[in-house]
């Protein structure tokens, strides 16, 4: 079973910075990528950012991209979300996901319990 713990969360003013991490346990991830998603009030849970384990290729949202930077560590299976930048926009709860890479944006795969980002203008 694996289980997915996510910390960094919280409140931040526009133009500010936080930065997320999901620490996985359970298995190994050779074949897998890690991200996260988010899902504002009201709104689709929506793709943010993607790492493979393997090769460390990233990609992002359109919305994300040249603000937020995804980064691994794979002697911790632990993955991180640095946010600059941030807007209102950027509100909503963000949820660490754990799926093989060809499938990340569908819903399969293991998902952390998510954390609160509130951006205030």
């Known amino acids: 079973q694996v289980q997915l713990v996510e910390s960094g969360g919280g409140l931040v003013q526009a133009g500010g910075s936080l930065r997320l991490s999901c620490a996985a346990s359970g298995r190994t991830f050779s074949n897998y990528a890690m991200g996260w998603f988010r899902q504002a009030p009201g709104k689709e849970r929506e793709f943010v950012a993607r790492?493979?384990?393997?090769?460390?290729?990233?990609e992002y949202a359109s919305s994300v991209k040249g603000r937020f930077t995804i980064s691994r560590e794979n002697t911790k299976n632990a993955v991180y979300l640095q946010m600059n930048a941030m807007k209102p926009e950027d509100t909503a709860v963000y949820y660490c996901k754990v799926a093989p890479t060809t499938t990340f944006t569908t819903d399969f795969g293991f998902w952390g319990q998510g954390t609160q980002v509130t951006v205030s203008s």
């Open positions: 790492i493979t384990w393997s090769t460390g290729s990233t």
